[in-house]
């Protein structure tokens, strides 16, 4: 079915055709956009300005091509984005996080895009505004603000920010009391430090050439970045690096994973010339995290075959493997995501059968208890706290119906105080929606569970349209939590639903590995089943499906387009990976050897080489009618870089014998994540919306249900 907006389609853009040819594993590969990589990749991260002209005049035709085609919805986009700002409270702040004498927190201000990061006495007084992310990013194309925290003494503030979307941050430093930034400006790094705990400096994780979180320094205030010290680096190019504060406050604990195993280690805080101290050293396999509490640590980890997780302690002083000992034993099928330590409590998040849990344990004498709520898919999260001597425990709850609330309970009365209620200032009442947890079967008999979102009053028949979003790797779940954007569809007689995909971890860690490597293929017929599912389950009909994802997400969309073109009625596709072999192929990338444990090495290995060209989408584009696409991508975009949906969208328009049309937007002035600003974001939305909603023919002038 042709969309009605796509009636006088201008003529697309032709991209020149440069046959590249290479032998692998015996194979013949051709590829004639190869070209479209520009030698000085790196560069352009650095610089959107070096850019070869030839590559940005091809870019600029398809954004000029994407603008005239999408042109006659400019006026449901603008609808769109109207009643979405409307859901923002403008003004809107955080619930404060006390330490020591002071409560901190974040604002907006009306019509700010960036946050402003604040603290007022404890016992009451002036706010203080101690970084005004506005102020800022004035003048600047892109702006997004990374880790914003205060010393230990109070008297100085750190902050990270990116000016590129290249995720390349810098971190700046200014002397509170005199209210003016020092000279200390740290390049290159990923966004995150750990202050000392004497407040003279921080440590934090530079990145390599190859845009790689590659080694952690020491940098102390009033230093040149010569003199910052090396504590770690990693010579393994597949495994990531991060840093993070122990709760207690005690340590800095060095995370170093892959796809497949991890370790931590320790830096004193309390030590000036602190050297990392490793707890237990990488193994196959072997998955772990620590906090702190006292003279011992706790660990989550996947030791002895605890697959979906269990909870062991080790004294500080001796943490290898050979002294853990079991506090939380591991149970199949109830997937332990994270801890928090109290001085007197053990908290506790999990997940069992697609549903979050939180359990609390007193460590004086074990006992348990559990927060739950009653309905059929919501989500629940862990808040940090500032301050580790506490006896309350911060967390939010959302549904696909209810926005967000933020939960501030009391350890030993079990009493729970609604903090914020997320505030929808054109107003939403949840009774006019339902939500609900459906299972899809999969060709393997596996039960694939699906989200779904629409109004009370929708009468469903077979016509109805829906969109059916999905991602389905690294293990990230997806959350069935509030998306105040989403009721700009749901109102206008839309369906919305996710597919809770093998690849991620909504039914315990198998879910990943089910869904990885040579299991890959399990995600994207996941998916075909649960669009097949809500069809005949009478939530929509064929062509009434519209497909979104993103990244991963994007490999997704790429592939079901592959594999089912005909039962989607357009497909959103948010800086999508899909040029996947080609990626791998190429160690000098970015993520290239980090993935290679999620994907599988196809230079090392024939058999991870025929796996991945098999379902790659770019290598699978073929004569098929592809229905509408809209690709979305970032210039300066470091995980999946911008020729990867350019020369996607061209090898798309040259085999579809479908209507399209194969649109490709790419954001000339940001990165993966896409414009930072919270109302410049709302723009790429209602793009994207405005897609869905005339792929699936739904009254562009329909006003939402009140």
């Not at 907006?108 to 006495?121: A, M, S």
């Amino acid at each position: 079915m042709k969309a009605a907006f796509l009636s006088d389609q201008p003529r697309p853009p032709r991209i020149e055709k440069r046959w590249e040819k290479k032998i692998v594993h015996g194979v013949e590969l051709t590829d004639e956009y190869a070209w479209l990589k520009a030698e000085n990749w790196r560069d352009v991260l650095r610089d959107p300005a070096a850019l070869p002209g030839e590559i940005r005049a091809i870019i600029d035709l398809e954004n000029e091509y994407a603008g005239r085609v999408l042109a006659p919805l400019e006026d449901l986009r603008a609808q769109l984005v109207k009643e979405m700002r409307g859901r923002i409270k403008e003004d809107d702040s955080e619930v404060p996080l006390e330490d020591g004498d002071w409560l901190y927190y974040s604002r907006h201000d009306e019509g700010g895009q960036h946050g402003v990061f604040c603290r007022t006495p404890r016992e009451g007084g002036a706010e203080e505004i101690l970084l005004n992310g506005d102020e800022r990013s004035a003048g600047l194309s892109f702006f997004e603000i990374g880790a914003v925290r205060h010393s230990p003494d109070h008297r100085r503030l750190a902050w990270s920010d990116d000016d590129k979307g290249s995720e390349y941050y810098c971190i700046h430093v200014r002397d509170l009391a005199a209210n003016k930034d020092l000279p200390d400006a740290v390049v290159d790094t990923d966004g995150g430090f750990v202050w000392m705990a004497d407040s003279s400096g921080f440590y934090f994780v530079r990145m390599d050439e190859n845009h790689r979180p590659a080694a952690v320094f020491r940098h102390r205030l009033g230093t040149g970045p010569e003199s910052d010290v090396l504590v770690f680096e990693e010579r393994d190019p597949g495994c990531f690096i991060d840093i993070r504060r122990s709760q207690s406050g005690a340590f800095a604990i060095i995370s170093v994973s892959d796809h497949d195993s991890s370790e931590c280690l320790l830096l004193d805080l309390h030590d000036p010339d602190a050297a990392a101290r490793p707890i237990e050293p990488r193994a196959p396999g072997q998955r772990y995290d620590v906090e702190h509490r006292d003279e011992r640590l706790y660990i989550r980890t996947n030791a002895d075959g605890a697959e979906d997780f269990k909870i062991a302690s080790a004294p500080v002083k001796t943490p290898g493997k050979e002294f853990w000992i079991d506090e939380v034993a591991h149970r199949p099928g109830r997937m332990i995501v994270m801890i928090s330590l109290y001085p007197d409590y053990l908290a506790r998040l999990e997940r069992e059968a697609g549903l979050p849990r939180i359990v609390i344990r007193h460590f004086c004498d074990g006992e348990e208890h559990s927060i739950a709520f009653p309905e059929e898919a919501y989500h629940l999260g862990l808040h940090q706290r500032l301050r580790y001597e506490s006896g309350t425990l911060r967390f939010s709850y959302s549904s696909m119906t209810t926005p967000r609330e933020t939960y501030d309970y009391d350890l030993l009365t079990r009493e729970r105080i609604l903090r914020k209620r997320q505030v929808i200032p054109s107003g939403h009442d949840p009774s006019n929606y339902v939500t609900r947890r459906l299972y899809a079967t999969a060709a393997d008999g596996e039960s694939v569970p699906v989200s779904i979102l629409h109004r009370a009053d929708l009468h469903l028949t077979g016509a109805t349209p829906l969109l059916l979003y999905g991602y389905g790797a690294y293990g990230s779940p997806i959350p069935a939590s509030f998306g105040a954007n989403r009721l700009s569809l749901v109102d206008r007689g839309f369906v919305y639903a996710i597919a809770h995909t093998r690849g991620g971890t909504d039914k315990g860690w198998r879910w990943y590995t089910e869904g990885k490597l040579e299991n890959k293929p399990n995600t994207f017929g996941d998916f075909l089943a649960a669009a097949k599912h809500l069809v005949a389950a009478g939530y929509t009909g064929p062509g009434r499906i519209v497909a979104e994802g993103g990244s991963a997400g994007g490999m997704l969309m790429g592939a079901i387009a592959n594999m089912a073109p005909e039962f989607f009625a357009g497909i959103i596709a948010d800086v999508p990976f899909v040029d996947v072999l080609n990626t791998m192929l190429d160690a000098e990338l970015p993520l290239t050897p980090p993935e290679w444990l999620e994907w599988g090495n196809p230079i090392a290995d024939p058999r991870a080489f025929a796996a991945i060209r098999s379902y790659s989408p770019y290598d699978n584009v073929a004569a098929r009618p592809y229905p509408p696409i809209l690709a979305l991508g970032g210039l300066t975009d470091p995980r999946v870089t911008y020729w990867e949906p350019l020369k996607w969208a061209a090898r798309l328009r040259e085999a579809t014998t479908g209507d399209g049309p194969i649109l490709l937007k790419t954001n000339m002035g940001a990165g993966h994540g896409g414009a930072p600003g919270r109302f410049e974001h709302l723009e790429e939305v209602a793009l994207e919306f405005a897609f869905a909603l005339a792929c699936a023919e739904v009254r562009s002038d329909r006003p939402p249900a009140l």
